[in-house]
């Protein structure tokens, strides 16, 4: 079998370990040559495919290094017009791929099944998300290193915060889901998590800040960057883009900053971790979990089981049909056990 | 209520976490106070008790922070004689104890079942292990650190290793059960992993570092400290147990390499984790698994669903029956997900 | 002899380390009380000046932890009005103490320069400066934490800028001193290093980037927060300050995305590193200067030479008026070692 | 100028920094050919010699990377025979290099200067050592990595001890000096430091501990593998090396252990670290160090500046004759300030 690979969207760490496994895994099996795609879908779109071939030793030594091996691209769109398709279709077929493994986010995952729908090429999925909300899979490689990474940023910053008596607000990834922000909250001991699922209300913020400012001075807020206050008909992320400067804004973390201080005693900073969430090696958690991704995803391909998606459900590896997670999304129920359990132990959600 | 906790058994990264929860969640709730039992056992079996009172500020900031604030003890036993058992249960009678919180491994386990029959106390549990091989639980808190502790060491070599052309063996924690040496082989990109579940063959480990000393001229070994050699009656632990001389010893690893030497042109060198494994902070993943486990430890305290100890299974927390985990335990099956994984990334297991 | 300690001006990873040494020396020299003022000056300020007995156990276990468990303040000026002084004079005098050891930097030299002699009481001063900037030291604690952090995060954003074929613009403390911005940048690998020593010219950075989109197909630049393009007559920092907006703005790196993205063909990003990097814990050199820093001033204590600040210059500690430094700045000449090696590996100046 | 570049003796992290900047260093002077010599004076003892050409591409990206991407020997030794030398000659005739750059320990630098004399090539070199032992070297790089290793070891093992009140003994290198052991003792809060220059006495050592077991109830011990007690003729690596069972002992810190138990009523514990300290990725002080290391070099082979080592002395960058440092250890003298300084700060010197 000729089987490419592909990663699409943003970068997320763990995708070395994904194309490492299912490249070993398909190697071990047999019978199959394995062809990295350049720059996600864009590697096909092309006059000339842009594609390396994947060995054994391509793929050894690169499990825990950040980033992908195979470059992405967050911008091409394989269906953007009839000439785009025909020119990817033609790169298939000159390319004699049996079946392609993507690998991405929902956004990717909808390209693909348009793709093989389109082209007829066979395609098996691997979710990519840092945020953690692809639907169906309880946890995807490159949270657990984008956890780590916005955890020890909390604690980083409450030597400042408790020298200094400040609050000080962390602005985490996550548009639409709170996973992040959530999880890095709890792992870094924050006093208020904000998600885009909870709407704050800015006074019970407040009051959570000033009661703090009498016994512990400090406070830390682990805000994902789609929260937003209640009653705004629109997250600050939205205004923002809509906005004749949008570029000069350093994240939304600063105006919860506007939006607290006239309320507080204590000094009030910001910090927005941004691209750092994504880059940086995967902790040996994700290395594990990508592995058994891409491993899975091998299975798939062996046995023939295309447009199937590998999950992560109840704790086992698994299997969906990847149309089933195309634009869906996992977002944090109000009554999530983590949820809960950050009110139980003194956490503000800011409702 | 008045509730104890108490710490029993080896350290593990995490109980601080949990002592946290506990105490935070039961303080949230209301009408409890909140003793912590000094070095586990002992403390309650010395003719004062020792104990401290845990309030929101004395659990605060500890999240993150190793080892644990109570003391343990490996080696107290309440249930070592009659006298002992009476004087604990006066002790628990004084403090007027309505419910102590365990938080142990399986052994702990079994003398809280001892103690609660004979005295009438009632127990939580909340299971303990750098193992990770407790039953009914599929990832216990402190696994994870330890994981990454071994993959990072395992990595670390792999500079030396590479530079030397060396075999560099590493030889983890675990006597029973191999989950530490199967995932951080795993996560470390270990070349031989060698567990206590399946006896290694040492001709087929030569064979598969021979076959590297060709091509990429070093090899990794990741090795559980209860491994041991196919048609050996004893494990390597069991013989150094026996014989007269075990304090010389410096760890199972340097048998191996004994064997393994005659048998290759390499030079074979030895690393033993050892305690390294034990210490430290715990990763960000297992403060909110912790947290998790200790919240959930509250709420069976409120509920009165004594004698029940928290577990994960299948992805959630829940919660077992802690005469059901006593001195069972979990250990890796030869057709476990992960060890066909890892034979099908061309891993050696060994046999 | 009764010593106070404070700790004054932006926090600073060491400072635990530093009150650790000066605290531990002066208990084993013996005939010393150590007394912590709390808040920097600020502590001295009020109607009743806010100290802590400082003993043996008090300064156990705090060597490794960041920030500064006196507390410190930015803004507390002793000098700035007769009422003010006048009270911090009755404050010593009400303390009873021989001499203050006073942590920080310039400025706060300055500070106690000024209390000294309109009070009469003895200084001894230890330099504390993320920037490294302290005329007379050539390293001062606290800096090789923030370049361990802003290398790290470099490398982090290393991943994302090779994956997706990007420029990242990393932006750095230093208003004045380039030395974290070229330390950083150095350990880092980046590829541009911008300084405020050095106006950059636009046209030569978006060179470099252009010769790298060919090749490499990524560029990664560090910018201290001081760095100016030349012809400006003000740094984007001082703009800032002026504008009418300067609280959206995200950091000076931003502005350099603006400058240079019409100039590229790839995408620019950027990171403003802000408070991570005076937070977090120090490293264990940054542990053993401070200690070093501190076990000095003891000595300038106990020999009684006030007035001296304790230095690190030719690689040996020593120390020099704290006048010397008052107020004055080292910073990073053209032809400085660092900057000419930077240079002759092919790293680009901006000029 | 065709220039030769190889690494000898043990590995140590930063090696490949150096090679990167004398590479880049070179290239970017101009008239420059740089050749990788492998596996140290091994790869020049062969029928053929075995180098790999070093161009801008190939040492790009190694900064970071701990070990060395031209392999190292630590036992070919080119002055062992005259047909070996003779080989040698012809080796370095044939590949027509005109300067080699050694980077190595003493050892190295020994036999480097050897085959100067014998063959007429020219060489220049730079200082590698852990041990940071190098005659006329105030600091060696991966030196700090190494002291960064062994005091997160110690502050790991920290909550071990606090949890279980135990002595815990970690063992560093430093077979002749002590360096590593008194620095890392510093940095990881060691109670006691037992360093090869200091011979400890057991009672001392005893006493200290039970001190602590009163008040602290635990005590971390730092010993370097040279360390012996009084009176003893040998160290206890010596008599090991003798015995007809040295494979067996795990290292000298299970000495400690034998002799400090029947004195203690605490639990004595050991942790070796063996070759954790040599591997992993250099700190950002060492890769910014053995930069420095590496151009100093390239200038020394432009400026034709042959036999000469470059060296850091009083915090600068120099050079010293090769046959200075050949053979000579620079160790720890009783006085030095960090003695004193951990004397004066309540740290147990053995004595």
Request: charged share 20%; with cysteine.
């Amino acid at each position: 079998m000729r089987v490419g690979i592909l990663t699409g969207g943003g970068d997320c760490p763990g995708l070395n370990a994904v194309i490492r496994a299912v490249t070993k895994s398909l190697i071990r099996h047999g019978q199959c040559e394995v062809l990295g795609i350049e720059d996600g879908f864009q590697g096909l779109m092309e006059p000339l495919p842009r594609v390396q071939a994947l060995d054994w030793q391509r793929v050894s030594g690169i499990l825990h290094v950040g980033g992908t091996i195979l470059g992405t691209s967050n911008s091409a769109n394989p269906l953007r017009d009839a000439a785009t398709l025909a020119q990817v279709g033609r790169n298939l077929a000159a390319l004699n791929l049996d079946v392609v493994v993507v690998i991405g986010g929902d956004g990717t995952m909808s390209l693909a099944h348009g793709v093989a729908q389109a082209t007829g090429v066979h395609c098996v999925g691997v979710p990519k998300t840092i945020d953690n909300d692809i639907a169906h899979c309880e946890r995807s490689f490159g949270f657990d290193t984008a956890v780590t990474t916005a955890a020890e940023a909390l604690r980083r910053l409450e030597s400042t915060a408790s020298s200094h008596h400040r609050v000080m607000i962390v602005e985490t990834m996550g548009r639409h889901a709170g996973w992040l922000a959530l999880e890095a909250g709890l792992a870094g001991a924050a006093d208020v998590i904000l998600l885009p699922e909870i709407d704050y209300d800015i006074e019970a913020v407040a009051a959570h800040c000033r009661a703090r400012e009498q016994r512990q001075r400090y406070t830390i807020i682990c805000m994902g960057e789609g929260a937003k206050a209640r009653g705004a008909a629109l997250t600050v992320r939205e205004q923002v883009a809509g906005s004749p400067d949008p570029v000069r804004l350093g994240g939304v973390g600063h105006v919860l900053r506007m939006q607290l201080q006239p309320l507080l005693a204590s000094e009030v900073r910001t910090t927005v971790l941004g691209h750092l969430q994504r880059g940086g090696d995967p902790t040996p958690f994700d290395r594990v979990l990508a592995t058994r991704f891409g491993h899975h995803a091998a299975q798939l391909v062996v046995q023939r089981r295309f447009g199937q998606m590998a999950t992560l459900q109840h704790g086992r590896i698994g299997s969906v049909p990847m149309a089933e997670v195309a634009n869906v999304q996992r977002t944090v129920a109000r009554g999530h056990e983590l949820v809960t359990m950050a009110r139980d132990i003194g956490v503000c959600l800011g409702d």
